[in-house]
């Protein structure tokens, strides 16, 4: 027989959780100190551990004043900047030294590693237009030279070479060929405005100056992810350097206080403007045709796409625009170009065989008048979600059947911005609430475990506090409750719950921005 409680017992029950362990990581660390290194490590072997993409028994971790160092071994680069990316959204990390070898492939020459990479480049819908060069070495290194328009477009060509197998390491030196010539006030103060409307920075710590046209980015913000994201917004046009050393990492800035700016009230056209803005310096969606309407903070994405990658970018570019409070995505794929589904099915196949993260052979497309069927086996969601991601920026991919199968049904995948750029489409199994585990009955005991548990992970995180949510547990469900100023301290809660060990979540806490 189930284990029955009233919901004032349950809330009180998440509550003396939650005290109990704020008030002991408090007592030791202090608000305004540094947290102990041993518990920063502890929480970052758990992001990896948490993470089917990252090897946990290969990877160590070592924490000395808040900067951690990653060491071990891994089969490809990706799962490399994974790594890195994971222990950038634990709390209380200042920077992340990343020491993990990348084991070359020996079955793989460099001809045929120089020859997926152009091949990659050349299948992307937006790198194939790019002057790039591919030089490959022996120990699996690539260089990249040559010319493209913007930073961004340069790191989405970074991205594509590391994600071909057999690479280990990528040498960008793609040189940004356009320049816009901008005076700096002006360009100091678009950058300002970018990193106000972006819901995934806090920058109220944040000061900005250009001078010559190198921007300097000073203060202080709440997390090295955070650190990473400005970073990548201040490289608008005009912008030759951006220089973030003065930019520190401080685990206490998470007060609502210091979030008072993303709770501004803007108009319907001010978000618009902000997201045309932003989407002006995507590379996936700069060149498309996308309208944003938007409603009483809501937005309607209208338009057209060569791809399902570019579509998801912009939606989730909306999404990350300040006071949006949902989207409506009627973003249509059509290509000048009629796609042949044989054609396409091949293009999809050559993605799935040349990445790191998918078994070879494990899955297989077929396409149809651009819709495209994956079938096969994989070990975990991660390679069924990984798969259809790639099938996703293929040209003239219109629709995506998955119908891989899973052989391990408790593995989980959680969405987060700062690991994944744009966000997936809403698969049935990226669904957080309906993930089942093989305890759906959960004992008492098992829940009291699990409430610490979150309460654990919510404390760990950057982007929620621990003091804004109550958690209650019962039979592994986990209810949230409680306030916060951003949907992105929402979602991050959602995350946690997951992490923590909830078989499902229901998430009423409430957005007051």
Same mark, same amino acid.
């Given at each position: 027989?189930?284990?029955?409680?009233?919901?004032?017992?349950?809330?009180?029950?998440?509550?003396?959780?939650? &005290?109990?362990?704020?008030?002991?990581?408090?007592?030791?660390?202090?608000?305004?100190?540094?947290?102990?290194?041993?518990?920063?490590?502890?929480?970052?072997?758990?992001?990896?551990?948490?993470?089917?993409?990252?090897?946990?028994?290969?990877?160590?971790?070592? &924490?000395?004043?808040?900067?951690? /160092?990653?060491?071990?071994?891994?089969? /490809?680069?990706?799962?490399?900047?994974?790594?890195?990316?994971?222990?950038?959204?634990?709390?209380?990390?200042?920077?992340?030294?990343?020491?993990?070898?990348?084991?070359?492939?020996?079955?793989? &020459?460099?001809?045929?590693? =120089?020859?997926?990479?152009?091949?990659?480049?050349?299948?992307?819908?937006?790198?194939?237009?790019?002057?790039?060069?591919?030089?490959?070495?022996?120990?699996?290194?690539?260089?990249?030279?040559?010319?493209?328009? %913007? !930073?961004?477009?340069?790191?989405?060509?970074?991205?594509?070479? *590391?994600?071909?197998?057999?690479?280990?390491?990528?040498?960008?030196?793609?040189?940004?060929?356009?320049?816009?010539?901008?005076?700096?006030?002006?360009?100091?103060?678009?950058?300002?405005?970018?990193?106000?409307?972006?819901?995934?920075?806090?920058?109220?710590?944040?000061?900005?100056?250009?001078?010559?046209?190198?921007?300097?980015?000073?203060? #202080?913000?709440?997390? %090295?992810?955070?650190?990473?994201?400005?970073?990548?917004?201040? !490289?608008?046009?005009?912008?030759?350097?951006?220089?973030?050393?003065?930019?520190?990492? $401080?685990? !206490?800035?998470?007060? %609502?206080?210091?979030? =008072?700016?993303?709770?501004?009230?803007?108009?319907?056209?001010?978000?618009?403007?902000?997201?045309?803005?932003?989407?002006?310096?995507?590379?996936?969606?700069?060149?498309?045709?996308?309208?944003?309407?938007?409603?009483?903070?809501?937005?309607?994405?209208?338009?057209?796409?060569?791809?399902?990658?570019?579509? =998801?970018?912009?939606?989730?570019?909306?999404?990350?625009?300040?006071?949006?409070?949902?989207?409506?995505?009627?973003?249509?794929?059509?290509?000048?170009?009629?796609?042949?589904?044989?054609? *396409?099915?091949?293009?999809?196949?050559?993605?799935?065989?040349?990445?790191? !993260?998918?078994?070879?052979?494990?899955?297989?497309?077929?396409?149809?008048?651009?819709?495209?069927?994956?079938?096969?086996?994989?070990?975990?969601?991660?390679?069924?979600?990984?798969?259809?991601?790639?099938?996703?920026?293929?040209?003239? &991919?219109?629709?995506?059947?998955?119908?891989?199968? #899973?052989?391990?049904?408790?593995? #989980?995948?959680?969405?987060?911005?700062?690991?994944?750029?744009?966000?997936?489409?809403?698969?049935?199994?990226?669904?957080?609430?309906?993930?089942?585990?093989?305890?759906?009955?959960?004992?008492?005991?098992?829940?009291?475990?699990?409430?610490?548990?979150?309460?654990? $992970?919510?404390?760990?995180?950057?982007?929620?506090?621990?003091?804004?949510?109550?958690?209650?547990?019962?039979?592994?469900?986990?209810?949230? #409750?409680?306030?916060?100023?951003?949907?992105?301290?929402?979602?991050?809660?959602?995350?946690?719950?997951?992490?923590?060990?909830?078989? /499902?979540?229901?998430?009423?806490?409430?957005?007051?921005?």
């Amino acid at each position: 027989m189930k284990c029955m409680r009233t919901a004032a017992s349950l809330r009180w029950l998440s509550a003396a959780i939650a &005290t109990f362990i704020a008030s002991q990581l408090h007592a030791a660390s202090g608000e305004q100190e540094p947290l102990p290194d041993t518990e920063i490590t502890r929480a970052v072997e758990e992001e990896i551990l948490f993470d089917d993409a990252v090897p946990y028994n290969d990877i160590d971790v070592f &924490t000395v004043g808040g900067v951690v /160092s990653l060491e071990g071994e891994t089969e /490809s680069a990706l799962a490399k900047q994974r790594a890195t990316l994971l222990a950038e959204t634990v709390r209380g990390v200042r920077a992340v030294t990343n020491r993990i070898n990348v084991i070359r492939d020996a079955a793989l &020459t460099p001809e045929r590693i =120089e020859s997926s990479v152009k091949d990659a480049l050349l299948y992307d819908p937006v790198a194939d237009a790019y002057e790039i060069l591919v030089t490959a070495e022996k120990d699996g290194s690539v260089e990249l030279t040559g010319n493209v328009d %913007s !930073w961004h477009e340069s790191q989405l060509a970074e991205q594509v070479a *590391l994600g071909v197998k057999g690479v280990t390491s990528v040498e960008n030196n793609i040189v940004i060929a356009y320049k816009l010539e901008r005076p700096d006030a002006e360009v100091e103060r678009e950058i300002e405005s970018m990193l106000a409307w972006n819901t995934l920075v806090d920058e109220a710590l944040i000061d900005v100056s250009v001078i010559d046209e190198v921007a300097h980015l000073s203060g #202080v913000v709440g997390s %090295s992810a955070e650190k990473r994201q400005a970073k990548s917004i201040a !490289w608008v046009g005009g912008i030759d350097q951006v220089d973030t050393s003065e930019l520190r990492v $401080e685990s !206490w800035f998470k007060d %609502s206080d210091l979030r =008072e700016r993303k709770s501004v009230n803007n108009s319907d056209s001010d978000i618009a403007e902000a997201i045309d803005h932003a989407m002006a310096y995507d590379p996936r969606v700069i060149s498309a045709k996308v309208n944003p309407m938007v409603n009483d903070a809501w937005v309607t994405l209208r338009g057209a796409v060569d791809n399902v990658l570019s579509k =998801e970018a912009a939606e989730s570019i909306a999404r990350n625009t300040l006071g949006v409070t949902g989207v409506n995505n009627m973003i249509k794929i059509r290509s000048s170009d009629p796609v042949d589904s044989e054609i *396409l099915a091949k293009v999809v196949d050559a993605k799935l065989d040349r990445d790191p !993260w998918v078994s070879t052979g494990s899955v297989e497309a077929t396409a149809k008048n651009g819709v495209v069927r994956l079938t096969g086996i994989v070990d975990t969601i991660f390679e069924k979600a990984r798969a259809e991601t790639l099938a996703q920026s293929a040209r003239g &991919t219109k629709e995506i059947k998955n119908y891989v199968k #899973v052989m391990d049904q408790d593995s #989980v995948v959680v969405y987060d911005p700062y690991l994944w750029g744009y966000a997936p489409t809403p698969w049935s199994y990226y669904d957080q609430t309906s993930t089942p585990r093989t305890d759906i009955f959960a004992s008492s005991t098992d829940d009291k475990r699990t409430a610490k548990e979150i309460a654990d $992970e919510i404390y760990w995180s950057p982007y929620v506090s621990l003091e804004d949510v109550t958690i209650a547990v019962n039979d592994g469900v986990a209810t949230l #409750v409680g306030e916060v100023e951003t949907q992105k301290e929402k979602d991050a809660a959602t995350e946690n719950a997951i992490e923590g060990g909830a078989r /499902s979540v229901i998430n009423q806490i409430v957005v007051s921005g």
